[in-house]
């Protein structure tokens, strides 16, 4: 039925929101002394989306905007030593180990004795690079696209790179603004699989989201049975 099937990365096959959120907790540590964690958790927030359009997204993208968001907060008061220890977060992230969502490395493999697969996820080229070199999972992927966004045009512009057809092709991952809805507004098929927690600039309007026919199931485990029963 598919002639390719595409995995986002993040939270998808490992975690990455829960490290995102543990070095949120330190950065507000960091800057306590000027204002309280609600402060500065927005204001990194507004920072980030402000910054997406000129740093994409990813580690780099994101301690970029700790920095500026703490220049804001601290009204120009931050001390080297408090932007150094900002820095070192970066470092941090960077180094973290990847960890694996349940049942990924099984239905990975499964998947790519059946079907090509492709790893599609957007952010920093070198720091998914890193993760998908760490992961173990590399052998198994035919192709991999690392892009700076995932919208219709992003997701047209790759089919057609590769002279596959919207409805020959799957995409498979964990955020409905990224993965699902610019999929299936070209005519492509696409599977929501939820993670825990949800990045505030990834979410979507019910309204929208029911808007719009895709298939979700509630956990990458229940992937492998589900192709099979829709081939059928």
Request: net charge negative; aromatic share 8%; hydrophobic share 40%.
């Amino acid at each position: 039925m598919f002639d390719l099937i595409a995995l986002d990365a993040d939270d998808t096959l490992w975690h990455n929101m829960d490290g995102y959120f543990a070095i949120t907790e330190k950065y507000k540590r960091i800057l306590s002394r000027f204002a309280s964690p609600k402060i500065i958790e927005d204001t990194l927030n507004e920072t980030e989306h402000r910054n997406i359009p000129y740093y994409g997204y990813g580690i780099k993208s994101f301690i970029l905007s700790c920095a500026e968001a703490a220049l804001t907060i601290t009204n120009g008061r931050l001390t080297s030593k408090e932007m150094e220890k900002i820095l070192d977060l970066g470092k941090e992230m960077v180094n973290a180990e990847i960890e694996l969502l349940g049942h990924v490395p099984e239905v990975v493999r499964t998947l790519a004795e059946k079907y090509p697969l492709m790893l599609l996820t957007k952010g920093d080229l070198l720091d998914q690079e890193r993760k998908l070199d760490r992961s173990g999972l590399a052998s198994c992927f035919k192709y991999v696209e690392i892009v700076s966004n995932k919208n219709p045009e992003d997701y047209a512009a790759i089919l057609e790179r590769y002279n596959l057809p919207p409805e020959r092709f799957l995409m498979v991952g964990n955020s409905l603004r990224s993965d699902v809805l610019p999929v299936v507004a070209i005519g492509g098929q696409a599977v929501h699989i939820p993670y825990a927690t949800t990045w505030v600039h990834e979410l979507v309007h019910p309204e929208e989201a029911a808007a719009n026919h895709y298939h979700e199931l509630e956990s990458i485990q229940l992937l492998p049975a589900w192709l099979i029963e829709i081939g059928a």
